[in-house]
């Protein structure tokens, strides 16, 4: 995959707010935040994302959380906090990763399990589409959903992304599915 820096694009914004939710670059500090809402959410976001497939600790999110500040300086993804309007607590994760030179990059998200059925994951989804699209002039995105996460699945409805098929599971080995996955895109 061809990596392209695109950190250094003066327009780049680190936040992004609908009046609701904020989404925000990960900054040191957030560590405990973040472990403290995938222990919550394991049981729910364990099976769907390797991060957090073996449990949740401490040093796991400490990694977790520089490993994507790093990638966030050096081109390779991008990853934001989700936060309501009027509070700093950590609702969740939503960034874009698999950024392509050709213009594309996959979505990924999560919102912890106390914090479900609200509309934040949707609203996450579309703040980062929006950076996606305005701060690193991408042309599509994708987001791969596991069959079996229906809740995944209808973020991707509600943000309006297109289905596209059904992509079968690989052998997982690097760079292929792990699951039986829905494809739906989102356009310029």
């Known amino acids: 995959m061809t990596r392209i820096k695109l950190c250094s694009m003066p327009s780049m914004r680190t936040e992004l707010s609908d009046g609701t939710i904020t989404i925000r670059a990960y900054e040191p500090g957030i560590e405990l935040a973040v472990f403290e809402a995938a222990r919550e959410s394991v049981p729910e976001v364990g099976p769907w994302m390797r991060t957090w497939r073996g449990g949740a600790t401490y040093a796991i999110a400490a990694r977790h959380v520089a490993e994507s500040i790093q990638a966030w300086h050096t081109g390779t993804w991008y990853d934001f906090a989700i936060t309501r309007i009027d509070s700093a607590a950590f609702l969740g994760r939503v960034g874009l990763d698999q950024i392509s030179a050709?213009?594309?990059?996959?979505?990924?998200?999560?919102?912890?399990?106390?914090?479900?059925g609200q509309g934040i994951a949707t609203a996450a989804v579309r703040l980062v589409a929006r950076f996606g699209f305005e701060d690193l002039g991408l042309r599509r995105l994708e987001l791969l959903v596991a069959a079996d996460n229906l809740a995944s699945r209808r973020v991707?409805?509600?943000?309006?992304?297109?289905?596209e098929g059904i992509l079968p599971a690989g052998p997982h080995g690097q760079g292929e599915l792990e699951h039986t996955s829905y494809?739906?895109?989102?356009?310029?």
């Open 156 to 163: 991707a409805e509600k943000v309006g992304a297109t289905f």
């Open 183 to 188: 494809c739906f895109s989102l356009d310029r």
């Open 102 to 116: 050709s213009g594309t990059a996959n979505v990924g998200y999560w919102v912890r399990t106390g914090q479900t």
